[in-house]
């Protein structure tokens, strides 16, 4: 069982920046993917940035990269996601996830934090 809890977010003027943080307990990320995802007001939850963990691959999507950056701290059992020149339109609600690839070679998310909202005004 893992447990998940987000941290860093507030509220942020534009071009101004955050980092969020994502720190596991009950086990470590060893062998997972850890992603973070988002849910404006009104809208779906969509990807952001996954990492792998204990390794350096990493995958955005394409509307925040060279925006965000993700990273992950081995010793504190954290991800981060470093989040810069932000816009009014990456206010959500932000989710840190953990999960395996599938047989199918999907990745199947079992684990969620509770979400920490980034609200940024113009």
């Not at 850890?34 to 350096?56: H, L, M, N, T, Y």
């Not at 999960?99 to 070679?105: L, Q």
Request: with cysteine.
């Amino acid at each position: 069982q893992v447990q998940l809890v987000e941290s860093g977010g507030g509220l942020v003027q534009a071009g101004g920046s955050l980092r969020l943080s994502c720190a596991a307990s009950g086990r470590t990320f060893s062998s997972y993917k850890v992603g973070w995802f988002r849910q404006a007001p009104g809208k779906e939850r969509e990807f952001v940035a996954r990492i792998s963990w204990g390794g350096s691959s990493t995958f955005y999507a394409d509307s925040v990269k060279c925006q965000f950056t993700i990273s992950g701290d081995n010793a504190k059992n954290t991800v981060y996601l470093q989040m810069n020149s932000l816009k009014p339109e990456n206010t959500a609600v932000y989710y840190c996830a953990a999960g395996r690839v599938t047989a199918t070679s999907r990745i199947e998310y079992a684990y969620w934090g509770q979400g920490t909202q980034v609200t940024v005004s113009s």
